[in-house]
């Protein structure tokens, strides 16, 4: 809603999406052209969540899964078809704010004081509500409330720190939004999955007119049920490396699933474009690359450690009869690198045999 006081316009933030706020206040940069403003958002906002994304997986020691889970995520064609100059849509940031949720997640529950949980869970609720008003989906305030506690609870945070976490993350959030989060749940399960169901449209008979009025999501090509192998090549063309880069996420995420879990809503919805709706690709492709930038990692951390195995060989003979039951071999060292989680497997500890 747009009124005037004293010759000036203003626009009230809960009148408007995030997206039409955001233009209408870039607009007087390029001379009120509101659709010139809008597609120049689309570089900018479409790969910012590179950024959350590269420090996630940099802040678990694993930096070129997060480069190539931002990259792949970002040129897959399923993502950028979604993306694209001209397309002034909300889909440009609709990674950002999950991945960034998911950050601050993390860092709330590998938080050492209760003032960081507190301030971290705070800073979780404000992104989600920030991605309410850019995309009114309450369902998101609700999986990542629960994903905030069940990672506390995982890091054995002292409950009444986990209850004033959660309460600080509803407040932000605003309680309206969080009390909405049932029911748009509900409607989107209604929705992409009974479209096969509802295809032949709603059916009214009042006697002396009848009439079927059609499901309006089965003429929507976005929301079209896709086969898998064509799923994989709208992320990479090569399918058997999307298929290698898929298997390894998985490998990858038995190992780390305790720092994986915040991403957890977002590889959801990734894996709903098998069974449901192909838009939901763009949420599958950073998985990918993550695979395969996991894959990449461990082959330079195998290098690394073989290499410093091989030129410094009588390194490890002070620790002989210390232990019987540590082996020092590098399948183990390996093995204990990918197990270990947050903070406790930093980069530099990694390198070192």
């Not at 748009?184 to 479209?195: D, L, R």
Request: proline share 4%.
């Amino acid at each position: 809603m747009l009124f005037r006081s004293s010759g000036t316009t203003t626009i009230r933030y809960s009148d408007v999406p995030l997206l039409s706020f955001l233009v209408a206040h870039i607009t007087p940069f390029f001379n009120y052209n509101y659709y010139l403003s809008g597609t120049l958002l689309v570089p900018v906002l479409a790969s910012l969540f590179i950024l959350p994304l590269g420090i996630y997986f940099f802040h678990i020691g694993l930096p070129l899964s997060g480069l190539l889970g931002g990259l792949i995520g970002s040129f897959a064609s399923g993502y950028y078809m979604r993306s694209s100059i001209g397309r002034i849509d909300t889909d440009m940031l609709n990674l950002f704010f999950p991945v960034l949720g998911a950050l601050l997640i993390l860092c709330a529950s590998n938080s050492k004081t209760d003032r960081s949980i507190l301030l971290y869970s705070m800073g979780a609720g404000l992104c989600l509500f920030l991605f309410q008003w850019w995309y009114a989906k309450a369902g998101f305030t609700l999986a990542y409330f629960m994903v905030l506690v069940l990672s506390l609870y995982i890091q054995q945070i002292r409950f009444q720190t986990i209850l004033f976490s959660a309460m600080f993350f509803v407040l932000c959030v605003e309680p309206g939004n969080f009390m909405n989060g049932t029911g748009n749940i509900k409607s989107f399960f209604q929705t992409y999955f009974e479209i096969a169901d509802t295809a032949t449209g709603t059916v009214i008979d009042n006697g002396t007119s009848p009439a079927t009025f059609p499901n309006v999501f089965t003429t929507i090509s976005e929301v079209d049920s896709t086969p898998m192998e064509e799923v994989f090549r709208r992320v990479l063309s090569n399918t058997t490396i999307a298929w290698i880069g898929f298997l390894a996420f998985f490998a990858f995420a038995l190992f780390r699933w305790r720092v994986l879990l915040p991403l957890t809503p977002i590889l959801a919805l990734g894996l709903l474009s098998f069974k449901s709706s192909n838009r939901f690709i763009m949420y599958l492709a950073p998985f990918i690359g993550i695979g395969l930038g996991f894959l990449l990692q461990l082959g330079v951390n195998s290098i690394v450690l073989l290499t410093d195995k091989i030129m410094y060989p009588k390194k490890d003979k002070r620790y002989k009869g210390k232990s019987k039951n540590v082996k020092e071999s590098l399948w183990a060292k390996l093995i204990s690198w990918v197990s270990t989680d947050g903070d406790e497997n930093g980069l530099d500890a990694k390198l070192i045999v």
